[in-house]
Structures are given as C-alpha cells and as structure tokens.
C-alpha cells in the first residue's frame, strides 16, 4: 500500500467476502452506520482471489471479483479489492495495519468474528481490539449470523450449491445465486428440439449438480422465467471432451436470438439431475414437463 497525503476518512470493513452472505451483508450494515456517526466513507478491504489459492487449491468461487465488487458497491460501500500475493501475507498484523493508516484515514475498523490476518494468520479479533485502543479506532467484531441453528459462512453456502440446496443457499445468501456472462453461440440444438437457449460458460464458478434447474433470467431490460440445464447435456453432445454449460430456455422470451448480450441467470431451485435420453424426442417430451416444473417452483414464495 502506498501513502497517501490527500487520505480520505473511511470506516473499514475487511473480509473476503465471498458470496456476500447474510453475514457479510451485516457486516456492511454496520460499516455504513458507523461511518455516518463518525463521518466518514465506508470502504469494504477484500481480495480479488483466495488468500488459500498460494498454499493449495483455492475453492471455487461464489462470486468472481467483478460480481463481487458490483455487489458490495450495490450495499453502499466503495470498494477496495487487492491481489492476495505471498508479499502481502508475509505482513505481520501491525505492519498490515500500519498501511492501511497509511492509505485511510481509518476511523473504525469492522470484521467478523472468525477474521484472522496477517502472518501465519496471527492477527484476530483481539489484534484489533488492541490496535484500536492505541489509535483511538473504533473496531467492532460482528457475532455469526445464525441459519438454522448454525452460523452462515461461506463454506456452508458452497455446500448448500454443490448439493443442490439452493433455496437453502439463496437464503444464507440474501438473494439468489447466479451466473452472468455474454450469450454466446452454440450449435443450436435446443432451437431443433422446439426449446431455444441461450448459452453461458461458467468459468470459474461453483457448478451445483448437473441438472435442470428453475431461475429468472435478466436480460434486455426483462426478466423471464428459465428453465435451465447446467451440465454437459449427454443427450445430444456425444464429443470426448464435452463442455460445461449453462443453458437457460426462456419460458416466454419471444424477441431475437440473445447472442452477445449480456445475462444475468439467479438460480432460484433444484427440478431435476441431468440424465442420458434414449432419443431426442424423449428429452423433448422431459424439457415441456421441465417447463412446467419450472412454472410451479417459480410461483413458490
């Protein structure tokens, strides 16, 4: 971090914040509140990848970095997004600390309960107390937001999406999974069977089970009910190396093919694992009963 001598008074909250659950959603609220009695500007201190990315695999992500910032920036928050590099965790918590002071005016600090920083993660919670009562910084530590009975986190919602939980998901989320991305071409397959979709690759993302899902998909200005397949679809790609996709068919979309516009897919609920069909005509007949499927789960509250 660099000094800066034009430093702006900011209210920091700090996290990774993937997904941007209920929990984190808390977090922020109090970020805000706090930095309208003090004065000051709320900043959410977060990374673009996994700090777990340097010394193994990283889990897959719940929000890439762009959806992520648009989605705190939508809470009221600037945001303030750095690349985890071994030189960064390398820092012990004070020198951390020390130049965060020396890029904001730091007012307040926020962090959940469980945030540890610095150097073999040896900064805590009490690390902050601590540094606050030197600086005269309000640091305040938000207890666990509870979901049926067990604290929200962002490694329940990865298991809530990865086992098809997704109404669970959503509600630990505060607001529904998704998948965005530009519409791109295919082979137009599902345009043949009677069901044209539009096509995204979730690159980069948490995939849930392969299967049909019910989700609103958010494009042109409209929102349409979708009935979506995420998976390699078996039926009709029989190539070696089959890709991964994410192929919503809106249910009453009547305008032009949607290639190259952009689409914003929430996955609302789970219809059915995906499955070889003996012939196309079979998997015709599924995806109208998929339809209807789709229809029921949407009308749920």
Not at 37 to 45: N, R
């Amino acid at each position: 971090m660099q000094p800066d001598t034009h430093k702006k008074a900011a209210v920091v909250a700090m996290g990774m914040f993937d997904g941007v659950h209920i929990g984190h959603r808390r977090l922020m609220t109090c970020a805000r509140t706090l930095a309208q009695e003090l004065g000051a500007s709320p900043v959410a201190f977060t990374f673009q990848n996994s700090p777990r990315a340097l010394f193994g695999p990283a889990p897959d992500a719940i929000m890439l970095p762009g959806e992520k910032r648009e989605t705190i920036e939508g809470l009221g928050l600037a945001v303030d997004m750095r690349e985890f590099t071994l030189r960064f965790a390398k820092q012990k918590p004070y020198e951390f600390l020390g130049n965060l002071m020396d890029t904001y005016e730091v007012k307040g600090i926020i962090t959940g309960f469980n945030f540890m920083f610095g150097d073999h993660r040896s900064g805590n919670a009490d690390t902050l107390r601590q540094f606050g009562r030197e600086k005269g910084i309000e640091v305040r530590i938000i207890e666990p937001v509870v979901y049926n009975g067990v604290a929200v986190s962002s490694t329940r919602v990865r298991q809530a999406i990865t086992e098809g939980n997704i109404r669970e998901a959503n509600a630990m989320l505060g607001a529904p999974f998704f998948y965005e991305g530009v519409v791109a071409p295919r082979k137009h397959i599902g345009q043949k069977l009677g069901f044209p979709t539009a096509n995204l690759l979730p690159t980069g993302k948490i995939l849930p089970p392969f299967g049909v899902y019910a989700a609103l998909a958010h494009v042109e200005g409209g929102c349409y009910a979708a009935a979506t397949n995420i998976g390699v679809r078996p039926t009709v790609d029989e190539s070696s190396e089959p890709v991964v996709t994410v192929e919503p068919y809106l249910l009453d979309y009547a305008g032009e093919p949607l290639y190259g516009k952009k689409l914003r897919l929430e996955i609302i609920d789970f219809v059915r694992h995906e499955v070889r069909f003996p012939t196309r005509e079979a998997l015709r007949a599924q995806i109208a009963r998929d339809v209807d499927t789709t229809r029921k789960l949407l009308a749920k509250p």
